[in-house]
C-alpha cells in the first residue's frame, strides 16, 4: 500500500506540474486540479496510513488512526474545488473577452496605448 | 479581557455578510456601513494594541479546547501593530472607494471586509493550519477585488495571479502535511517547544517541508525568484484594490518573521535559523530587480509596482537578519511602505484619470489640471518611497543601514541598498519630471485637449486620503523615537519564545498527542 500511495502521489504531481507549465489556460487548470489531488493523498498519508481503525475514542479499538489530517484533506479539498470553479469561470470570461485562451498577457496593461512594447502577437502560440 | 482578540475576525466577518445579504444593492447603505465597520475596527486595533502594550501574550483559545489541540488566537505586540496598519489602510481604501471605484462593480465593499478578515486572522492566529485557512480566506477575497470592474487584460493577468497563489497554497499544505508527519502538532507553540526533540532520521523531512513553506511566504512578499506575478497583478488591478493588496505582501512578511523567528529560530536545535541563509541573498537580488525596474518602467503604475518590490527588498534585508535590531527596522520599514505604497497608487489612479489618452504612460501629454498640487504630492510620495529625509522611509532606511552593520556581508548589503536608494530616486525623478514638467502644447492633441477640459474640478475624498496617507508618514517619521521604542519592544517580546510558549501551552503539559 506504501509503494501504491507514493508513486500515486508522485505521478499525480508530475503530471500537475507538466500540465501546469502549458501556454493554455484549459490545461493549466487540469493541472492545478492534478496537484490539488496529489496533496489531498499526501495530507492524508501525513497522518500514517492504517487500516480498519476507528479515528474517534472507542472502547473496542485497538489502535486509531490520526483524524487531524482527515479534517485538514477535508478543508483542503473545499478549497480547492471553490477555486477551481473560479478559476475555470475566470477562464472562460477570459477567453471570451479576449478571443484567445493563451496564458501570457497581450499587452503591458492599458490598451490603447501607443505600442507599449513588443510581441503583442505572443498570443497566438501553437496549441 | 482575552475575548476581544477574537473580535477583529468576527467584526470584518459579520459585516461582509449584512452587505452582501441585507444591503446587496444599496451602495450608499453599503458605503456607510462598510466605512463605519473599518472604523470601529481600528478603534478595537487601538484597544487591543493598549492591551498588548502591556508586554504579555494573550491567548483566545477557541472553543475552550486547551492548547495543543484546539486552535488559537494570539495577541502580541507585533499582531497589534499589524492588526492597527491592517485596519487604519482598510480605512483609507474604503473611504477611497467612495468616491467612485466601488460603482464599477458590485461588492466591493463586501469582498473589502472578507479581505480584511482573512489578514486580521492571519495575524492573530498561532496555529499552521489556520494560517492556511486564514491565507485562504485573504486570497479569495483578493482574487474578487483584484478583478473588481472587469476588462480584458485585469481577467488575463486575474487568471495569472490566481493560478499563482493557487499553486503556492499547494506548496502550504505539502509542507504542513511534513511538519505535521514529523512534529504531529501543527501549535505554534507547541511546534517551537517539539521541533527541537525531533529525531534525527525525521529531519530532513521536517527541513523539506520548512523549505517548502518559506517558498510560499517568499512568493506571498513577492522575494526573487517569486516575485514577477506582483508587478503584472498589481498594474493590472483597480487602485483601491491595488493599495489594498499592499497589506497582502506584508502578510508574508510577517509569516516569515513569525514562523521563522518562533519554531525554526536559532535555538531550535540543528534546524534552527534555516531560512537565514536564504533570506539576505534573496532579498538583495529582490531589491535590484525593484530598482533596475523602478528605472525601466514605462508607465507610472509599472513604476510604483517596481518600487514596491524594492520595498519588500528593503524589508526582508533586516527581517533576513533575525535578530533584535534588524525586527525592530522591519517592523519600522514595513509600517512606512504599506502606507507609502498604498498612498502611490491611489495617487497615480488620480493623476492616470486626469491625463486623457495618455494615462500613466511616461510620455509628454498636455498640462495636467491641478498639477502643482498633485505633483506636490508625488513628490512627497517618491521622497518616502525612496526612502530620503525627511520622512518616515529615511528612518526606516537608516535603521536597515544601523542593523545590517554587524553583519558578515555588511558592506554588500550597503552597497546594494544606497545604490537601489539611487536608482529609484532617478527613476522617480524622471517619472515625476515627465509627467508635471514635460507637457505638450494642448493645440497639437485635440482629442486629448478635450479630455483634459472635462476634468477641471479636483475630487475631495482622493485627495484627501492621499494626503492623510503621506500625513501619516509624517508622522510616522516626527513620532519616531517612541515609535522606534514600541518596535524595539515588540522584536525583544518576539525573542522571548518562551513568553509566547507560556501563554498559549498550559503550565504543566510538555507532551501533546504524539499522533503516531
Redesign the interface.
Known sequence: MELLVASATGVMTAVGIYL?LRAR?FP?IFG?TF??Y??NV??FA???LTINQPPVVSAAATGYS?P??QA?VL??IV??F??TA??VV??L??FL??GSDA????????????P??AGGDKARLPS | MNNWIVLPTVVPAMTAALLILALPHHLTHQRIVSVGATLLMLALAVGLAVLAADGTPRAYFLGNWPAPFGIVLVLDRLSAIMLLLSAALALMVAVYACAGWDKRGRHFHALLQFQLLGVNGAFLTGDLFNLFVFFEVMLIASYGLMLHGGGGPRLKAGFHYVAINLIASTLFLFGVGLIYATTGTLNMADLAVKVAAVPAGDQALLKTGAILLFAVFATKAALVPLHWWLPSAYAATSAPAAAMFMIMTKVGAYAIIRVYGLIFGAEAGPLGGIAAPLVIPAALVTLMVGAVGVLASRNLRDLVCFSVVASMGNLLVAVGLFDGPGTTAALSYLVHSTLTGAALFLLVDVIAQRRGRQLDQLEPAPVLANGTLLGALFFLGAIAMVGMPPLSGFIGKLLILDATRQAPQAPLIWAVILGASLLMMIGFARAGSMIFWNSRDPSADPGGAKAVGGLSGLALIPVLVIGLLLAATTVLSLGAGPLTRAYEATSAQLLDKAGYVRAVLPPAAGTGTGGN
Do not use: H
Not at chain 1, 501570457?104 to 501607443?114: C, I, M, N, T
Open positions: 501546469l489556460t493549466v492545478l496537484l490539488s496529489a496533496v499526501f495530507l501525513m497522518g500514517r490520526d487531524l489530517p485538514l478543508t483542503a478549497i480547492s471553490g477555486m473560479l478559476i475566470l477562464a470570461r477570459g473577452e479576449t496564458v501570457g498577457l497581450a499587452s503591458s496593461g492599458d490598451d490603447d496605448a501607443p507599449p512594447r
